[in-house]
């Protein structure tokens, strides 16, 4: 049997969105629903083409989701002046309630029974790439080495040590490098769980995701 990491993960996301889609069809969803809902929560008004980008699905697949979501009244879609090629969609009420309430519920739970027995740093990890996936294009991708560590009392720490990579499609990693901001502190001499997040913004004035590594003193 196959125990590595990358096999556990697979297994868990399987699991996952299998729960996912169930538990949403009780609440009415149909099968990609919950998941533009639960993106839309964080990027509303995105433009249609994000969605495709972001879960990987052919433009007529989103057109077609979207076109039934319209039609339960769960989203709008309009043009904006100038631009009427491009679509922009937006939660109504109804849609923004089902997201907050009933989505990302559902999706917390799941998670977390999909991710029984795998490991603290293993989840971190999880959590830290499901957020760069959220991420539109053209913002910066912070990746660190780890995002769960263990230490003992009194163990010095060097933050920047846990930077992997920084990408993006404009600004080289060096310069971006210079820009690194980390909000948070460690007592390393005081036992407890702290963290530290990582971020930076590119000359284009977009954000990385905050890169949270988690911090356990022993």
């Known amino acids: 049997m196959d125990n590595s990491f990358h096999h556990c993960l ?53 057109t077609g989701i979207l076109r039934r979501m319209d039609e339960s009244g769960l989203i709008e ?7 009427r090629k491009s679509q922009y969609v937006f939660l109504t009420e109804k849609g923004r309630k089902m997201a907050a309430e009933t989505v990302r519920p559902i999706m917390k739970s799941c998670e977390e029974r999909a991710l029984d027995g795998i490991t603290e740093e293993e989840k971190a990890q999880e959590r830290e790439e499901e957020k760069i996936d959220q991420l539109n294009p053209q ?22 040590s846990y930077v992997k990579d920084i990408q993006d499609d404009k600004d080289s990693t060096s310069d971006l490098y210079r820009k690194i901001q980390i ?10 769980t702290y963290e530290l997040t990582y971020y930076v913004v590119d000359s284009n004035g977009n954000a990385s ?8 003193v022993k």
């Open 209 to 216: 995701n905050g890169a949270v590594l988690t911090i356990v």
């Open 77 to 83: 879609k309009h043009v904006k002046e100038g631009n």
């Open 183 to 192: 909000t948070g502190t460690v007592d390393v001499n005081t036992p407890g």
């Open 139 to 160: 913002d910066p991708r912070f990746y660190l080495n780890t995002y769960y560590v263990e230490i003992a009392k009194g163990t010095q720490i060097d933050r920047l």
């Open 10 to 62: 697979l297994l868990a996301q399987t699991v996952f969105q299998k729960q996912v889609v169930l538990e949403a069809a009780e609440q009415g969803l149909l099968p990609g629903q919950s998941k533009i809902l639960d993106y839309l929560l964080s990027h509303d008004g995105c433009e249609q083409k994000a969605l495709g980008e972001a879960f990987h699905l052919e433009a007529a697949t989103v």
